[in-house]
Nanobody, 123 residues
């Protein structure tokens, strides 16, 4: 199995940028697809972005397309979520997740999760 630890969340002004990191340890990270999900207060956890094990293919929810970029560096066992032009509605706890095999947009398909990192976008 793989253990995941997110970092990089903080308070940022609207229009600003953040880069979240997800450091993996345990079994070979390069064999896992990765995803980022977020959960706002009082809401369900939602899909944000996903990337295949090779990094060749990426997928985004519509609300973040053109603003967020998911990437990974398998040599560092780390995944990233670059977030630009942040909006107050991006405020949430952000979770990274990993699964063996192909990517998914459903949180139920991911077996491994980090503890989450808080992002607050202020007006």
């Amino acid at each position: 199995q793989v253990q995941l630890v997110e970092s990089g969340g903080r308070v940022v002004q609207a229009g600003g940028s953040l880069r979240l990191s997800c450091e993996a340890s345990g079994r070979a990270f390069e064999s896992y697809a990765m995803g980022w999900f977020r959960q706002a207060p009082g809401k369900e956890r939602d899909f944000v972005a996903a990337i295949t094990w090779s990094g060749r293919s990426t997928y985004y929810t519509d609300s973040v397309k053109g603003r967020f970029t998911i990437s990974r560096d398998n040599t560092k066992n780390t995944g990233y979520l670059q977030m630009n032009n942040l909006k107050p509605e991006d405020t949430a706890v952000y979770y990274c997740a990993a699964r063996e095999g192909y990517y998914s947009v459903y949180d139920r398909d991911f077996a491994y999760w980090g503890q989450g990192t808080q992002v607050v976008v202020s007006t």
